[in-house]
């Protein structure tokens, strides 16, 4: 028998700020190039007597991240303490947001794979809080490097609206688009700046209450987070078949052996023991800092998708060309905003241009020919005078070495596309 998959996710992101966020340190956005415990201060490793300040930078990132999904923001917020002990975890618990959280309510509106289905995610909350340490494991030794401790996070929390890994992938690219696009945070999993927990249950039929669920933690890529969810979705099914009850918990992901194991049973919010963070006052939002944030421009992922599908007529391969791309993507939109065909402009970048970037890696900005000589190409391209093999020509020479257009064209000899009516029917009788 079928079984339905329900699926929600509680995905940490670190919002890219010049400082922690309670302290001075520097937030470094890739703390392994660092030497050990060497980006610390009394307030990040909990000194006696050191006292947590909150960052105005982190705020309006968080702020700005709650914007962009839709989120109602709550002027007035607090912080919590979540107490829970792991070597990594200076304090002895972690500075949070429960029962207020800034960003509250919202939603993310994406398209799945094909760029023909819609769907919109809703998101109970998107609250900040403070990174722990890292644990180190060298041979015999366990090591703690407290560099990372007090960055800033933002944990979003959905509802569980997911019913297939295709939608939580498809959700989590849209996510990351939407940090890197604004600035709000760099997102790469596999240098620890989104990390995604999936909770997974199954259930008959959608009349049935909501299964047991399983929390899958800090999954690192999108391959894996769809494998976790095949072999967890596959697991409980075969529990459930085999009469077998199971209860609440949370497992770790071995991705290369495809399995996972429990690592405890899932927590409720009465076994942290939250309550007011007593060195932090209430979070009052201040009319200038709404003032600032309503007047940002946001951009949004899935309304740039949309106008290339709607207006422009684009196929599967030119929108996930431009949007993985953020320079590329910036680069099209302001040819567009010039008067450039969409179409025109966009098969070039798409094209020879993205190839040349891929096997010199180097980015757009980086082309050997300037942003001049190449809208002067896409005036001569819309023309239409010079056929299109002869462009490629034009344009592998550009690629080489850069130069003008007009002169690569008269030095190559193309004369154009303007034969007369006599002179076509001549050349097609002599074929």
């Given at each position: 028998m079928n079984y339905l998959l329900t699926i929600g996710l509680e995905i940490h992101i670190k919002l890219k700020s010049i400082n922690k966020m309670f302290c001075q340190c520097k937030n470094e956005q890739n703390f392994d190039t660092l030497l050990p415990n060497t980006n610390i201060c009394p307030v990040c490793t909990a000194q006696p007597g050191a006292l947590p300040t909150l960052s105005k930078?982190?705020?309006?990132?968080?702020?700005?991240?709650?914007?962009?999904?839709?989120?109602?923001?709550?002027?007035?917020?607090?912080?919590?303490?979540?107490?829970y002990f792991y070597p990594d975890l200076p304090m002895g618990y972690q500075i949070t947001q429960l029962y207020q959280p800034t960003n509250v309510k919202g939603q993310v509106r994406f398209f799945l794979e094909n760029f023909t289905q819609e769907k919109i995610i809703h998101i109970q909350d998107a609250h900040m809080e403070c990174d722990t340490g890292k644990m180190i494991h060298d041979g015999g030794q366990a090591l703690i490097d407290f560099n990372r401790a007090g960055t800033p996070l933002v944990e979003i929390v959905t509802n569980p609206d997911f019913s297939t890994p295709e939608e939580v992938t498809e959700f989590l690219k849209e996510l990351q688009r939407i940090v890197r696009y604004n600035n709000i945070?760099?997102?790469?999993?596999?240098?620890?700046?989104?990390?995604?927990?999936?909770?997974?249950?199954v259930r008959k039929k959608t009349s049935d209450p909501l299964g047991t669920r399983?929390?899958?933690?800090?999954?690192?890529?999108?391959?894996?987070?769809?494998?976790?969810?095949?072999?967890?979705y596959t697991r409980q099914i075969e529990l459930y078949e085999k009469g077998e009850s199971f209860t609440q918990e949370t497992r770790g992901r071995d991705d290369a052996k495809g399995s996972?194991?429990?690592?405890?049973?899932k927590e409720e919010a009465l076994d942290y023991r939250y309550f007011p963070e007593p060195d932090m006052p209430p979070l009052v939002i201040s009319d200038e800092t709404m003032k600032r944030l309503n007047d940002q421009t946001l951009e949004i992922p899935h309304e740039v998708i949309k106008k290339m599908k709607e207006e422009y007529g684009f196929n599967k391969e030119y929108i996930n060309a431009l949007i993985g791309d953020k320079e590329m993507l910036d680069?099209?939109?302001?040819?567009?905003?010039?008067?450039?065909?969409?179409?025109?402009?966009?098969?070039?970048?798409?094209?020879p241009i993205a190839a040349w970037m891929k096997e010199n890696f180097k980015p757009v900005s980086q082309l050997p020919a300037t942003s001049d000589q190449f809208k002067e190409f896409l005036k001569i391209a819309q023309e239409g005078k010079i056929m299109e093999s002869q462009m490629k020509i034009v344009m592998d020479e550009m690629l080489r070495g850069g130069g003008d257009c007009m002169e690569i064209v008269e030095r190559l000899g193309f004369k154009g596309a303007e034969t007369n009516e006599s002179e076509l029917k001549g050349i097609i009788q002599s074929v």
């Open positions: 930078e982190v705020l309006e990132k968080a702020l700005l991240l709650g914007k962009a999904l839709n989120c109602e923001i709550n002027r007035t917020s607090r912080f919590d303490r979540k107490s945070a760099d997102a790469d999993m596999e240098k620890g700046q989104m990390r995604v927990d999936v909770n997974i249950s399983a929390e899958i933690k800090n999954i690192n890529s999108f391959g894996a987070i769809r494998r976790a969810i095949d072999h967890e996972s194991y429990p690592m405890r049973s680069y099209f939109l302001a040819l567009v905003e010039e008067k450039f065909d969409p179409k025109i402009s966009a098969k070039w970048l798409v094209g």
